[in-house]
């Protein structure tokens, strides 16, 4: 859709083609959960989130930033501001529907003839696409090719397949030969094998102020939540590069959950070594370190005998409580998709090396990034950059 704008405000005549009966469903499930447009990060900084594609996404924010992703939401009559670490959401009094609304009036001024319900079928040709028109009437089911001086496929990742990113379009881009990495999940939950007596208490219960890491790699801090096939939240989802890579390697993927990571081990120790008398070990734990009811089910989970741990021992329990993960969610659930389009199949513009003038833009595109804005940004400036490339392709 950005590429539309920058291409219809370039004076080209653009055509958007949709399969759903409505433009950016995704866009608007993101609205749902906090709607983080992007992040006020420094520029270097926010590209090392983008992992190996960090060299590549600091020409591609260069060229569209967060700070031009502002202008643009402003320039549509959404101001933004900046929230906690960083985060940049839309005012309070804009709902994410209004964004969207006021971008498709934009893109309407603009001229850009949108065809919603239609859906993209292949290529044909050596410019060709083939699509067919869904809407219900005398024209249901009509296919139809289409011959355009250049195309961008943003045709999203494969989660939420529902919102319309149903990852369908892998064999259209394989027929032609392009280097596709596989799908994974992104940004999401964790299976542990968890006792059926500690599912059933446990429920969805939130841990607040934790940190956690996979096997020796740096902590995360923030919330997590326990539920009942594992946990999630934003250390689980920044995490899940490195849980997919344990366990490709044949596991064990080991997530170490501290519970007090503001505490100096010697405070620690010496809280724990308060006389307990009569207190039960949950009314202890809440006495002396201020712990939900839910840590000392958690304790034994890992250590049947938690409770009657020395003091020393139970702090390293309580900085380091071992979860054996078993897997991730599914795909459909991720908040976001690894994999897709590589790199290598495409040039510096992001155009397809196998057909030129076919570019590609967002989360089709093999890269992937944690939560905290990263991902809009990510498909806002690589759908900059693309109509960039077809703008120089055209002329
Ligand atoms: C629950 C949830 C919360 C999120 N929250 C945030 C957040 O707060 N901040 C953030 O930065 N990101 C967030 N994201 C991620 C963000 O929404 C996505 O990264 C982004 O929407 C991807 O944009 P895209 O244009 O690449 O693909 P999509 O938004 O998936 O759009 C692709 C479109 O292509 C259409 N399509 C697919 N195949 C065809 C075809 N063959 N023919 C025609 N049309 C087709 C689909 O119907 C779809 O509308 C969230 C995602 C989820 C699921």
Redesign the pocket.
């Given at each position: 859709?950005l590429a539309a704008q920058r291409l219809a405000e370039a004076g080209l005549r653009v055509q958007l083609?949709?399969?759903?009966a409505t433009?950016?469903?995704?866009?608007l499930?993101?609205?749902?959960?906090?709607?983080?447009?992007?992040n006020v990060e420094e520029l270097s900084r926010f590209a090392s989130r983008y992992g190996a594609e960090e060299s590549r996404f600091e020409q591609l924010l260069g060229h569209f930033s967060p700070l031009d992703l502002r202008a643009w939401a402003a320039d549509l009559g959404i101001e933004t501001f900046v929230g906690t670490s960083g985060r940049i959401f839309p005012v309070a009094a804009h709902k994410p529907a209004d964004l969207l609304r006021a971008w498709l009036r934009r893109l309407q001024a603009l001229g850009v003839e949108i065809n919603t319900r239609?859906?993209?079928?292949g290529f044909t040709g050596p410019t060709g696409l083939r699509?067919r028109n869904d809407n219900p009437g005398p024209d249901a089911g009509r296919e139809f090719v289409l011959e355009p001086a250049a195309t961008v496929l943003?045709?999203?990742?494969a989660?939420?397949a529902k919102?319309?990113?149903?990852g369908?379009?892998v064999p259209?881009l394989q027929e032609i030969g392009v280097p596709l990495t596989p799908f994974a999940p992104a940004?999401c939950g964790a299976e542990v094998g968890w006792s059926a007596f500690f599912r059933q208490k446990i429920g969805r219960t939130p841990l607040k102020n934790m940190a956690l890491r996979v096997s020796d790699g740096p902590e995360v801090r923030g919330e997590i939540m326990l539920t009942e096939y594992g946990v999630e939240g934003t250390p689980v989802y920044a995490l899940t590069p490195r849980l997919r890579a344990a366990l490709a390697g044949g596991g064990p993927a080991l997530l170490h959950l501290n519970l007090k990571p503001d505490l100096p081990e010697a405070t620690l120790i010496h809280k724990l070594s308060q006389p307990r008398g009569k207190a039960s070990f949950s009314d202890f734990l809440k006495k002396n370190l201020s712990l939900s009811p839910a840590v000392p089910t958690l304790l034994r989970e890992a250590y049947p005998e938690a409770a009657t741990l020395p003091p020393a021992a139970l702090a390293a329990l309580l900085r380091a409580v071992p979860l054996p993960v078993a897997g991730l969610r599914p795909l459909d659930e991720?908040?976001?998709t690894a994999g897709g389009v590589a790199f290598p199949a495409l040039d510096e513009y992001l155009m397809l090396r196998q057909r030129p003038g076919t570019f590609v833009?967002?989360?089709?595109l093999d890269w992937e990034a944690p939560?905290?804005?990263?991902?809009?940004?990510?498909?806002f400036s690589t759908?900059a950059w693309a109509a960039r490339g077809v703008l120089n392709f055209v002329r």
């Open positions: 859709m083609f949709e399969a759903q433009l950016g469903r995704k866009f499930v993101a609205g749902h959960g906090g709607f983080n447009l992007s239609h859906r993209w079928l699509l943003a045709l999203g990742g989660s939420w919102t319309g990113s149903d369908a379009w259209l940004n991720a908040i976001s833009a967002g989360e089709m939560t905290g804005g990263y991902l809009l940004q990510g498909c759908g």
